[in-house]
């Protein structure tokens, strides 16, 4: 029997088990290592991950997504109420003052919770996991945002019940990233040296967060976190998004937030175009076929125009770096390297963002995507 570490992140995770020869990610079945966090619904079955997350666009009203942010929480929450601007399926309050959400499955509406949607998604994972090792997997660890409450750990804890998982532990993703570096470097100050300061800066989908860790061989302690839950990859997303609907309204006449599906499709073509702008600072394209209306549209953006359209969020990972100096009391020169993980950091300005604040650049010692759940894993071995 295996433990597996599970990231579960806003947007995707991964599963990773630690194997005699090191640590292993595990495949999906679309061999892929990272699975959308993704649930839908449909006339004759449950869609998982990837399937999932395929079939969103025609199948809106039933493909939850986003449900990280929704655990533990109350329907009349300002947090949740601003998340549910966001989605094109129904959500609502139930008798309890919880959340429910609505869908239709198997051709009868049903309201689940977003532990029992999460418990959908764990069972998919540790389906996979079972797959791949052909072993039963019963026990896990799986990571959590530093900021989580206890409320939204004990949902956490509840959806994987649900899933017939046994959680030996919550582990903070940064501390799964920090742990992750410390077990592979061979280099550590012996354990009566002046330890070795270490950043971790972690930009995902949805929030931004950092730790500073001190090591030494054999040793690991959290000095500080940093943290902006509301601050991610999707933020861009959407600045980017408004920015080409107000394009679109002005050049074209066609109104991409009167129109869901428009408005969907749009958000995954700027997802595409980030990206791309991430390795290209040359004025890239954006084209939708058969946008609304029976319409095609096209547009383009460059780096720098994305930079300056998304200053907010960029001004608030800044803030948020200059933060752990602050918690940690720390100068840059007491700093001896800043360790980037997550997607978003993949963004130039993030990068430079980096440099700036510490004084040196960003490393990638730890693998961007995969860190997080492999720290989890460690702490099964
Ligand atoms: P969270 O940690 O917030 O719960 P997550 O762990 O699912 O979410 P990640 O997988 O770390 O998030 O990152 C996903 C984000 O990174 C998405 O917003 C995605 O668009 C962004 N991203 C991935 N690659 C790039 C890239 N090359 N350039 C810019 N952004 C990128
Ligand atoms: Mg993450």
Redo the contacts with the bound molecule.
Sequence with gaps: MSVIGI???????YVAVAKAGGIETITNDYSLR?TP?CVAFSPKNRILGVAAKNQMVTNMKNTVFGF?RLLGRKFSDPHVQKELKHFPFKVEQRPDGGIGIRVNYLGEDNVFSPEQITAMLFTKLKDCATTALQTQINDCVISV?SYFTNAERSALLDAAAIAGLNVLRLMN?TTATALAYGIYKQDLPAPEDKPRNVVFV??????LQVAACAFNKGKLRVLATSSDPNC???D??MALAEYFCQDFVSRLKLDARKNQRAFLRLLQEV?KL??Q???NSTRLPLNIECFMEERDVSGDMQRQQMEQICADTFNRVERTLRGILHNAKLRPEDIHSVEI????T??PAVKALIEQVFGKQGSTTLN??EA?SRGCALQCA
């Design positions: 990231d579960f992140g806003n947007e995707s995770c990272g966090s990280k945002p993703e972690d930009f995902g989908h949805s929030a991610g990859g999707r861009i997303d997802e980030k990206k702008m991430s390795a993980v997550g997607g978003s993949r963004i961007q995507d997080v």
